[in-house]
Structures are given as structure tokens and as C-alpha cells.
């Protein structure tokens, strides 16, 4: 597609259960970022990846949170035991990069509203 | 390291009337700087940004920011706004050294009367 993908759009489990949520980013784009949004607060910055590493996994609230790359492709990123407090729109952004100062903008995708009951 | 503020969490104003929506930085060197919009159920846009050059930067939809180095600001401006600029506008704060990973600041939510 065009844009930044994200799925599921939606969705909703119990405390305790762990979770995936996926980021298909613009082709050709290399950067990826995760971003995390609680309701009525501003974005959260959780984890970059470069190609297929993450040189910056320093917003990753916990060692419950974790993320993959597959090259330069889709992303996922999973929340293992699941709390109330995880509850969120989970937004998923690609940049293209390329030589020099990175100057390129932040694609976001539409998130993936999480709810932990 | 890098903050964003943006001081106003809710701004009302009227159909036609002027906008400025505030944001204040930290950051020790020459910043990037963005503002987005969130509308109701879609993902983040990007108004404008700034890297370097002219400090009065020209966006989408009609919209203007300024930076100003001495008071560490870069403020949103519309001089007449319409209904459909009713969202959530972030003010975000690049490092100019690599990742280019952006801070977002908490937001300000715009409501517009008719």
C-alpha cells in the first residue's frame, strides 16, 4: 500500500494475555519507530529500528515489551502479560533515509488501539 | 534532554478568528522541529517542519510556524481558522545527529465554534 499499515486496528483482551501488533511500513523506507499514546496524552517514543537492528529500544517501559524487525519490511511489536495500564493506541511510523542529515518525515499509520480488561 | 511543551491543552476559538497554538523546546542545539495534526480517527499529519534557513515556515492548510532561538519556541499560527481545524495539534523536537527520533509534547486540543 501507500501508506503505513497497521493491524489489528482494534483490539481487546485480558490482563495477563500477551499480544502482537503489527507495522507494515512504506516500501523502501528504512527507518521505523514505534510510538505508544495514552488517552489524552501526547506520543510516547518506545523503539527505533535501522533496517533490521534497533539502536534504540530506550523508551520500552518494561522487559515486557518487545519488537522485531524483518529487514526492511514489517515490524511487530509484543506486549507479554498484558496489564491495565498498557492500554493505549499503539502508532507505528517509517521515515526514509539516506545519506547526510536525515531530514525525511515521519510517515504514522492509523495505531492499533489496544484495551486490556 | 529534548522536552516539548506546549502550555495549552485545550484552545476554543471562533470560526474565523485567528490561531496561536504555543510550544517551547529544550534542547542545546540547533533543533528540527514539527508540528502535527491528529484528526478524530486518523493518523498523525504532518503541518510543517523546520530544519534550518528562514525561521517563518510555511505549511499545509494555511498554516505558519516561527521559530525563535531566544525563546526557545516555534509556535503554530493560522490567521483564520474553519471548522475543519478542529483536532489535536503536537508540537515534535528532532536531534539534528542522527535518528532523528522525534519528542512529541502532550498536545493541544482545538475546538472551533461555529
Known amino acids: 500500500g501507500a501508506g503505513v499499515s497497521q493491524s489489528p486496528s482494534n483490539k481487546v483482551t485480558e490482563k495477563g494475555k500477551d499480544v502482537e501488533l503489527r507495522c507494515d511500513p512504506i516500501?523502501?523506507?528504512?527507518?521505523l519507530y514505534w510510538y505508544r499514546q495514552r488517552l489524552g496524552q501526547g506520543l510516547e517514543f518506545l523503539i527505533y529500528?535501522?533496517?533490521?537492528?534497533?539502536?534504540?529500544k530506550s523508551g520500552l517501559p518494561s522487559d515486557r515489551f518487545s519488537a522485531e524487525r524483518t529487514g526492511e519490511s514489517v515490524s511487530t511489536l509484543t506486549i507479554q502479560r498484558t496489564q491495565q495500564e498498557d492500554s493505549a493506541v499503539y502508532l507505528c511510523?517509517?521515515?526514509?533515509?539516506?545519506?547526510?542529515?536525515?531530514?525525511?518525515?515521519?510517515?504514522f499509520g492509523e495505531g492499533s488501539r489496544l484495551t486490556v480488561l | 534532554a529534548q522536552s516539548v511543551t506546549q502550555p495549552d491543552i485545550h484552545i476554543t476559538v471562533s470560526e474565523g478568528a485567528s490561531l496561536e497554538l504555543r510550544c517551547n523546546y529544550s534542547?542545546?542545539?540547533?533543533?528540527?522541529l514539527f508540528w502535527y495534526v491528529q484528526s478524530p480517527g486518523q493518523g498523525l499529519q504532518l503541518l510543517l517542519k523546520?530544519?534550518?534557513?528562514?525561521?517563518l515556515v510555511q505549511g499545509i492548510k494555511g498554516f505558519e510556524a516561527e521559530f525563535k532561538r531566544s525563546q526557545s519556541s516555534f509556535n503554530l499560527r493560522k490567521p483564520s481558522v474553519h471548522w475543519s481545524d478542529a483536532a489535536e495539534y503536537f508540537c515534535?523536537?528532532?536531534?539534528?545527529?542522527?535518528?532523528?527520533?522525534?519528542?512529541f509534547g502532550a498536545g493541544t486540543r482545538l475546538a472551533v465554534h461555529p
Open positions: 515534535a523536537v528532532g536531534d539534528s545527529g542522527g535518528y532523528n527520533k522525534l519528542i
Open positions: 511510523a517509517s521515515r526514509k533515509t539516506g545519506r547526510g542529515r536525515n531530514t525525511g518525515e515521519l510517515f
Open positions: 529500528f535501522q533496517g533490521n537492528s534497533a539502536p534504540d
Open positions: 534542547y542545546g542545539a540547533t533543533p528540527y
Open positions: 523546520y530544519f534550518s534557513g528562514d525561521t
Open positions: 516500501s523502501g523506507h528504512t527507518a
